[in-house]
């Protein structure tokens, strides 16, 4: 291994915690968001897009998984990335 794939490596590693960090920071402010965590609207979503047991959902930059776990209850599988 040269000392340029060193550096990559770390490089992407830090790009890696830096992103991490940022999603942790937002993830509890956004979950309390009134129009993301209302029941009546992630309703009207699953309704809208119409998902039935036979789909397979990818949910992604899902944040805290909130539309995520309400696509869960109807499709055959729910992936968040």
């Known amino acids: 291994m ?7 490596d770390s490089d992407s590693s830090l ?4 992103i991490i960090s940022q999603f942790t920071k ?3 402010p956004y ?11 992630l309703k009207q ?3 809208l ?4 047991r036979n789909d397979i959902v990818l ?3 899902c944040g805290p998984g909130i539309v ?3 696509f869960a209850q109807f499709c055959k599988s729910c992936d968040r990335n």
């Open 2 to 8: 040269s000392a340029s794939d060193s550096d990559s």
């Open 31 to 41: 979950s309390k968001r009134h129009n993301i965590s209302n029941e009546n609207e």
């Open 68 to 70: 995520s776990s309400a």
């Open 15 to 18: 790009h890696n915690n830096s």
């Open 59 to 61: 949910d992604l930059a």
């Open 49 to 52: 897009i119409n998902v039935n």
């Open 45 to 47: 979503l699953v309704e």
């Open 26 to 28: 937002q993830a509890i």
